[in-house]
């Protein structure tokens, strides 16, 4: 190049804005109670670099049994945590199926079911098109009486579980958290279990946030516990105000408070026992025993 001569650098070539798809990546929990079924998730969407949405991510159904006098119904419940397209397109498919199956499926038929919908799905819509983006993860449980299974997937694998499952962006600080507080409990008390997990993600994960949805399912009474999400915001202050008190219980045993003296931490845990144990009884209050549901009519918790 001669001296003087400025090279002219070229024009850049515009790129395509990459798209942008709005993601339920969060959190869902499954736990298996002794007597039943529970899910929890909490209700954030987030649109990257735009907003963030509240938007439900259960589906449930529940389906009679004719050919057995007597037999309760046969129950599903999907959640899970991805791209909010992939995940309600998914959901729905395998809700649709479960309802179309004649006679009804098991929860052995609806977890080999799921396995073939999520192969299908992966290979029809995520693999050509998505690149990452419209990746999903569900939890999927079904229950017939006694017999209850859960299941979890990651892409299209899919891995019947014992105990609980987590999946979404807080899926390995839940897991941490259940690993040491599960114990064999009741539907009731695993709801509770489960409505604390998602509260203790929704604090520390990025992405985690607005409500909590739970539902449990009692298989030998085929009760359902659907509460409200005000009565969860409720639980989520006892669980608030239990956090407190257990800081003030360790500076009491280090004996380090700044206060120079402490309130009787042992009357307030009570307080904050009975008040939880008051919400839970209307949450069991509002759900009968052998509750007739038609989960097309349920309004959203």
């Known amino acids: 190049m001669h001296q003087g001569v400025r090279q002219r650098s070229l024009p850049v070539r515009p790129q395509p804005l990459k798209q942008q798809y709005p993601r339920a990546m969060t959190i869902a929990v499954g736990i298996l109670a002794r007597d039943g079924l529970v899910m929890a998730s909490d209700t954030q969407v987030t649109s990257p670099g735009y907003m963030k949405l509240d938007q439900g991510k259960f589906a449930f159904a529940m389906k009679a049994v004719q050919d057995t006098a007597g037999s309760p119904p046969c129950n599903l419940i ?24 004649s006679p009804v499926s098991r929860p052995s038929e609806i977890g080999l079911n799921a396995q073939k919908k999520l192969s299908d799905f992966h290979r029809d819509h995520i693999t050509p098109h ?11 449980g079904a229950a ?32 941490s958290l259940l690993s040491r507080l599960f114990v064999p409990v009741s539907t009731r008390g695993a709801l509770l279990l489960a409505i604390y997990v998602v509260w203790e993600v929704k604090k520390l994960i990025d992405g985690c946030g607005q409500y909590t949805d739970a539902l449990g399912i009692n298989t030998h009474t085929s009760q359902v516990f659907w509460p409200n999400r005000m009565t969860v915001r409720k639980l989520e202050d006892c669980f608030i105000r239990y956090s407190g008190l ?15 003296h402490l ?8 307080k904050i026992k009975r008040d939880i144990k008051k919400l839970m009884d209307s949450i069991e209050k509002l759900s009968p025993p052998k509750a007739e549901i038609n989960p097309e009519e349920q309004e959203d918790p």
Do not use: C
Request: glycine letters at 12%; zero cysteines; a negative charge.
């Open 78 to 101: 999907v959640s899970g945590a991805g791209a909010a397209s992939s995940l309600g397109a998914l959901r729905q498919e395998i809700v649709d199926s479960f309802y179309n199956a």
């Open 130 to 140: 998505g690149r990452g983006e419209l990746d999903v993860w569900l939890i999927i």
């Open 144 to 175: 017939h009486g006694r017999n209850i299974k859960l299941w979890s997937t990651d892409k299209t694998v899919i891995q019947a579980q014992s105990q609980f499952a987590a999946v979404g962006a807080g899926a390995m600080y839940a897991q």
């Open 246 to 260: 257990a800081e003030q219980s360790l500076h009491e045993m280090l004996g380090i408070s700044w206060l120079g």
């Open 263 to 270: 309130p009787n931490v042992s009357a307030e845990e009570k």
